[in-house]
């Protein structure tokens, strides 16, 4: 089965930076692209990054660009989500998802998902 569980969330002060990882198990990072996700308290889920196969970086928001980065390890099956400069808005549960090869802008092609790491940033 395919697999993906997020890591490296907690409370972080307005400014500060986080790097949060994704361990996937199950199937390969070389034929998938993982992209981070985002849902805020009563707000919808949004998009933030995404890497493809070919290591190409999709920006979902101008919200982040310029502050986060992704990357990835293929030989540990690891997707990475650098955070800097975070502010308040930033505070949401993250989650990392898999498509096959490349990006979409459709959240619901993407066909496995982790179960979320909670990002607070507060003072």
């Known amino acids: 089965q395919l697999q993906l569980v997020e890591s490296g969330g907690g409370l972080v002060q307005p400014g500060g930076s986080l790097r949060l990882s994704c361990a996937v198990s199950g199937f390969t990072l070389d034929y998938s692209a993982i992209g981070w996700f985002r849902q805020a308290p009563g707000k919808e889920r949004e998009g933030v990054l995404c890497i493809s196969r070919r290591g190409t970086t999709w920006y979902y928001s101008d919200a982040v660009k310029g502050r986060f980065t992704i990357s990835r390890d293929n030989v540990k099956n690891m997707v990475y989500l650098q955070m800097n400069s975070l502010k308040p808005e930033d505070t949401a549960v993250y989650y990392c998802?898999?498509?096959?090869?490349?990006?979409?802008?459709?959240?619901?092609?993407?066909?496995?998902w982790g179960q979320g790491t909670q990002v607070t940033v507060s003072l």
């Open positions: 998802a898999r498509r096959e090869n490349y990006c979409s802008g459709r959240s619901n092609e993407y066909d496995s």
